[in-house]
């Protein structure tokens, strides 16, 4: 969980959610999902067992609708959040924060990925372009790599530079990680984004 939500704030966030309205548990991790630009969802493991103690402590009810539970605020829940309206205007505040941090990171890590991506494809081209040439040659009858023939051999000068980039690839990134000291909600992000990247490549491949 992001650390803005730490000593009982989500639980707080959660009756300022519902108190503009009832919503069932998905919705509440959405609107979290979209408040945070989709760089943070809590899961479900995290979001009901907080709902079921706030109804526990009479702050919210529910009803079933659909087979699913959708909770409102009782009046005690907006007693508590009168009580807490300066806590939760420094959450607001702390959120806001943590959304920009996120979004820096998330470009910062974009632009190193991006920056690979490039350099991976520009060899990639340019392997298709020394196959094109001639530049590996198969056996009698064989057609060149990259046109569905023969693959190129483990010993390729291009194929051992590109496991030297792979590899200067990951090092850079862990590198980039590790001395940002990220929270785990930064480390999820960061694998998404590495994620998005691997599939890129599986489109590039295909």
Do not use: C
């Amino acid at each position: 969980m992001t650390a803005v939500f730490s000593h009982g704030r989500l639980r707080l966030y959660l009756l300022k959610l519902l108190d503009d309205g009832p919503k069932h548990g998905y919705e509440l991790i959405r609107l979290l999902e979209e408040r945070f630009l989709g760089l943070y969802a809590p899961s479900a493991g995290t979001i009901y067992p907080r709902l079921q103690r706030l109804e526990a402590e009479g702050l919210v009810t529910h009803t079933a609708a659909g087979g699913r539970k959708v909770y409102d605020i009782t009046e005690a829940g907006r007693a508590e959040l009168r009580q807490r309206a300066d806590e939760l205007s420094t959450l607001e505040s702390d959120i806001g924060a943590a959304v920009e941090d996120l979004s820096a990171l998330a470009g910062e890590i974009r632009t190193e990925v991006r920056g690979s991506v490039r350099d991976l494809k520009r060899e990639l081209r340019e392997a298709a372009r020394q196959t094109r040439q001639g530049g590996w040659t198969a056996s009698a009858g064989a057609r060149p790599a990259g046109d569905g023939g023969s693959p190129r051999p483990d010993d390729s000068p291009l194929l051992a530079d590109f496991d030297q980039r792979l590899a200067a690839f990951t090092v850079e990134v862990g590198a980039l990680v590790r001395t940002r000291r990220l929270s785990d909600n930064q480390l999820r992000t960061a694998i998404r984004l590495l994620d998005g990247a691997l599939e890129g490549l599986r489109r590039l491949l295909r």
